[in-house]
Each structure stands twice: as C-alpha cells, then as structure tokens.
C-alpha cells in the first residue's frame, strides 16, 4: 500500500485523505482504518506530512541530500556502524545520531562527515528513516511493574543492544514474574515513546527450570527444537536396516570390523572406519560417511525442514539437530 500512496501523491501533488482513500479503494471502515495506519506509520517515518489545511503531500528531502541505504551494527554503549553493500568500509554513527535503529535494522543515511584516510579517520552519518526493522521478536524474564498501568512489566532480555524497555501488554494468563516468555514487538521506540510495546506469543519457561538460561538464547534466535508432525513421520518411515534393492550400485562392506569415531556422547553418529593388515605389509583403512542424503529426498518435509535448519546447533548441555533424531 505504501508504494501506491507515493505514487498517488507523486502523479498528484497535495491530496486529501479521503480523496487518497476513494482512488484507492479504501472507502470502507475496515479498509479505510487500515489507510490510516498506514499514513501514520508513514508520517512517523517522515514518508509524507500533512500540510495546515490537512491535506496529504509526500516528505521533500532537502536539495542536493544523497542517502544512502546499509544494515545497522549498534554497539552497546549507544553508538553504531552502518555497512553498506558493495562497501569495504562502514560508515559511524554517533549516540546521537541513531535516530531509535536497532542492530540489524535496514536504514537510510545522510553523509555528515566524509572519511580522511590521512588521519584514519571514518565516514561518519546520521541515520534519518528505518527502512526495515530486524528485531521482531524478544525472549526473556517478565519483571512485573505497576509503573505504566495499561502493561503488565518489562522484559529483561539477554541482548545488550537493546537498550530501550520492552514493555508487555497484559495476557490473559496470570503472570507470576519467574516467566521467561517470548513476545511479538507492535510498536518500536520513537520521539513520541521512548520504549517497545510487545504482546506474549509463548511461556518458553521459568527462571528456576534447569537449563533456561540455554533455552532462552536458543529461542531468543528463533532455534527450535521441535520437529513437525510430518517431517517425524517421515523419519519414522525409514527401515532399520537396508534391502537388496538399497545395495544395488553400491559395495557391500558389512563384513569388515568397522566401528564409529564419534565419542560416546555424541550427538550424531555419522563416522565411522575400518582398518585392516594387508598381505603386502601395509594397512588399509576405510573412512566411512553416512549417506543421508539417500534418506533426504529432494523437496520432502525432511528436505525442507533440513533446507530451514542449515546445521546442527551444539550448545553447552544439548544439540539441536538438523534431522530429527531417529536419522542423527
């Protein structure tokens, strides 16, 4: 919608809302609310401003203002980086200069101060729109406050990026303040509210469960442990052992004394050799690798689950596998 709206006020100029909303179909109540989410999230990221008279025109940027567009690196101590694609060096942006980014955000610069590569010094610019914010979601522990009365406290997230309040709005189940939850950020920080404004998606735990602190980063990056229905069906489908059609085109090496490298707590038994003496006096040894491709076969649940997984995740006390465990 938001592409539609410039093009509108590009070909027109100055309109009114409720001739933006007639030319592009947004007359009824449903459509026409969402319109106007949609020019305020507009306005906030200065996309379009609305004259004295009312009327809708886009944001002019100032006469000769390059932008340019990269990722943002925030440091924790309020300062930052933006890269920029195709660019060896990035580009610094002061405490004062971030404008609410948070890392990985997608944002739009100006140029305040070129580099001079003759006192080693870098780039540095201000960041003036959020193209795309990164931070969708948030884990950690709720701490219950009574100082904002429309939320039911703030997380305490893990992350020291983030340097603003996560604020949580009320759920309908009763918080105790030991839950670690997982929550959907609705609104980021800005000049109107100096804090996040989140809604509960999950209770990934309490903070006196065993081994939350490893869960808490596993879920804060959106690893997850669980296996569809479909994709363990299809593992469970797999025979324990080959068949005569499974050889064909393949050397039968069953008869050879061979024996895994993996540890005895290893989590994927992948590995394995056989060594042996031969006649003329030197050794032979085979390296044997699991074909697991023959059990993933291209585009089946395994494959696309596996496809969304990329690898394994090892952490201190557990792994997250790539294939569920009956193949691993």
Known sequence: MKDKIKEYLQE????????????????????????????????????????????LTLEQKKKHEITLKGIFHAHKNGFGFVSLEGEEDDLFVGKSDVNYAIDGDTVEVVIKKVADRNKGTAAEAKIIDILEHSLTTVVGQIILDEEKPKYAGYI???????????????????????????????????????????????????????????LEVLESMDIVSEFPKAVLKEAESVPDSPSEKDMEGRLDLRDEITFTIDGAD???????????????????????????????????????????????VYVTDRVVPMLPERLS
Request: charged share 30%.
């Open 12 to 55: 027109k100029g100055s309109v009114t809302v409720n001739d933006l909303a007639s030319a592009l179909g947004k007359g009824g109540s449903k459509d026409f609310r969402e319109l106007i989410k949609t020019l305020s999230l507009m306005e906030r990221k200065h996309q379009i401003r609305f004259e004295e008279d009312g009327s």
């Open 156 to 214: 305490r997230s893990k992350n020291q990026k983030i340097r603003q309040p996560i604020y949580v709005k009320k759920p309908s189940l009763k918080l105790e303040g030991t839950e670690v939850l997982k929550v959907f950020i609705d609104k980021y920080p800005s000049k109107k509210h100096d804090f996040f404004v989140a809604s509960v998606l999950d209770v990934v735990g309490h903070s006196t469960d065993a081994g939350i602190d490893v």
């Open 266 to 312: 290893a989590k994927d038994l992948d590995d394995a050799v056989h060594i042996k003496p031969l006649k003329n006096g030197n050794f032979e040894l085979g390296v044997h690798i699991a074909d697991v491709s023959y059990y993933v076969t291209e585009g089946s649940a395994l494959d696309k689950e596996a496809l969304n997984r990329a690898t394994s």
